[in-house]
């Protein structure tokens, strides 16, 4: 081999090794990225309990009819721009123009800040005449209270998008987690503050969405650190004669990074860019909005107060947090195949693509059975232990059916979107939209805030088997009855009779030797939980309906089998 073949190798092995530095840079950040966003979501879950517990349904009802709001217009004004930031970013990285990273960052603030400034006066100074949209004039200071946050989330999220088009996730992930603890914390301390001096619903409910404000401005102050340590290090970096920057060999290949644009020009190509991600990101707020303008006006004119109409709101709520838990545990287990499925699509392999997507199919279907059928046996006595009365237990146990089909939902959509098929969970979803306007007006008159239950049951029914028709088309996958209907059935029924069992026999037993009823309702709903999920995991392991190699694929499963399964033929498609 001559010494032009071995310098040419070499430059091949040296460029291999840095692609694989590269992935493995850009997998780890994905990974910290994705705890990070499980770790927030779990505090901002289970946050909306103790505000409950301390100031009751009312301002608990106000609380869940405010935010929501305040998440569609943060994700229609910013959602898209993190994004746009992030691609741009790398592009100017790539060759070695830091400056024009840095002017990419101007630029986007500007644009956000004005945008945010914006939407700040329409929320502050037209509080009133949107509390008279949503019919409850009680949610008037708790909007005021939020709209603050929207001149601080939009810088926070230019930041983040900088960082992550030089493929740094450290930053977000640290922010992501320090506002949301920083939110929760102020919240709770607002909560105990408020509850002890007596003041009403109204302003315990606008302290409580206060806590977005100074989780923001938390964020934004983690951020803005790791903003001045960059700059530092990119001045000392300029300052060294010997330095060179990515674009230099670039530039001696004749390869030279394209003409700057002017700051409008920017400001054109990153508009363009982010809006339509932001109007694809609106629509999971959306859907939770529809509740926030229907719910309120229909309990109202059914109850006659408005005091009323929000505490039965507030009761409706309820299961919300319990739901969305569930959806995150499943959805984050289920993805792990959504990777695997890009990559066979990219290799052509169509059996692949159809084996791997009924494998996710089927195991987010098994989790959402028996997580929605559990909750739904056990509602009684986790109303209790989570939210001090039983009250409203029936409309728990039917909103508990939505874990199954929003999980569906979720994990199908992401299954689509490694398979190509982009467009089909936004349809889905404002299908979904429509049917729970549609449902909530036909059926809250009749059955109130069980029959708004219902109606988002049938909403996510409808956005699941949307996708799953779509998912049939674009893969071949199959969904033969026995797997997902015969065989769940034994650990469906298994689990529910254990759990009605435990109840009929301690809940009279605990009140015969006087135990407090929430005491001995939390010890029968942990019990109740970890043994009914135990009893109906291993039916479904005796009757084939999870395989040992379905086991392995799931890392956070795979870790519960024994070690014998990990001999089992790797797929190495």
């Not at 003041?199 to 409910?205: G, L, S, T």
């Not at 909403?459 to 071949?476: D, E, I, K, P, S």
């Amino acid at each position: 081999m001559g010494d032009a073949d071995k310098g040419h190798q070499g430059h091949r092995e040296e460029l291999q090794r840095n692609v694989g530095k590269q992935d493995t840079k850009l997998l780890k950040g994905a990974a910290l990225l994705g705890a990070a966003a499980i770790l927030s979501k779990l505090l901002g879950t289970l946050q909306k309990i103790p505000l409950q517990n301390v100031a009751g349904d009312t301002a608990f009802g106000i609380y869940n009819a405010v935010y929501p709001l305040y998440i569609l217009i943060l994700f229609a004004a910013t959602a898209g721009f993190p994004v746009a930031v992030s691609k741009f970013v790398a592009e100017r990285a790539i060759d070695g123009d830091h400056q024009g990273a840095r002017r990419i960052v101007h630029v986007s603030t500007a644009i956000l800040m004005g945008t945010g400034f914006v939407v700040f006066v329409l929320l502050y100074f037209g509080a009133s005449e949107i509390a008279s949209w949503i019919g409850i004039s009680q949610t008037e200071r708790a909007i005021r209270s939020v709209s603050f946050a929207l001149l601080l989330s939009p810088m926070l999220a230019v930041l983040r998008g900088y960082f992550q088009g030089y493929q740094n996730m450290v930053p977000t992930a640290v922010s992501q987690v320090i506002e949301q603890f920083i939110r929760v914390i102020t919240m709770v301390a607002l909560l105990l503050y408020m509850a002890a001096l007596a003041y009403d619903e109204e302003w315990i409910a606008a302290g409580a969405t206060f806590g977005s404000v100074t989780g923001a401005a938390a964020g934004l102050i983690v951020m803005y650190v790791y903003w001045r340590k960059a700059m530092r290090l990119e001045r000392d970096r300029d300052k060294d004669r010997n330095w060179q920057g990515p674009n230099e060999g670039r530039r001696k290949e004749g390869v030279m990074p394209p003409k700057e644009l002017s700051s409008w020009g920017w400001a054109k190509r990153i508009t363009a860019y982010a809006i339509p991600v932001c109007l694809g990101a609106i629509v999971v707020p959306l859907l939770t909005l529809v509740d926030t303008f229907t719910m309120p006006r229909l309990l109202e004119a059914a109850q006659g107060s408005e005091g009323e109409a929000m505490r039965q709101f507030g009761l409706y709520n309820r299961g919300l947090p319990l739901v969305q838990l569930v959806v995150m545990i499943a959805s984050s287990m289920s993805a792990v195949l959504v990777p695997a499925l890009a990559e066979a699509k990219a290799n052509r392999q169509d059996e692949l693509i159809r084996s791997r997507a009924e494998m996710a199919i089927r195991l987010s279907w098994l989790i959402g059975l028996g997580a929605s059928f559990g909750l739904a046996f056990a509602a009684v006595p986790i109303n209790v232990m989570l939210y001090k009365s039983n009250e409203a237990s029936w409309t728990m146990a039917v909103l508990a059916f939505t874990a199954l089909f929003s999980t569906l939902n979720a994990v199908s959509a992401s299954v689509l979107q490694g398979a190509g098929a982009i467009r089909t969970p936004v349809k889905a979803l404002l299908v979904a939209i429509v049917l729970k306007a549609l449902g909530n007006v036909v059926l809250m008159p009749r059955w109130g805030i069980d029959g708004a239950a219902l109606s988002a049951v049938i909403a996510y029914a409808a956005a699941a088997g949307l996708n799953l028709v779509q998912l049939r088309r674009c893969t071949g996958a199959r969904f033969a009855l026995r797997p997902y209907a015969v065989s769940p059935a034994l650990g469906v029924g298994l689990m529910g009779g254990c759990l009605a069992a435990l109840q009929l026999l301690a809940m009279p037993a605990a009140a015969a030797w006087h135990v407090p009823e929430r005491l001995s309702a939390s010890a029968i709903a942990l019990v109740g939980v970890v043994g009914g999920a135990a009893v109906y995991a291993l039916a479904l392991l005796r009757s084939g309906s999870i395989s040992r190699e379905e086991l392995r694929l799931m890392p956070e499963l795979a870790k519960l089998w024994p070690a014998k399964a990990s001999a089992a033929p790797r797929d190495n498609g």
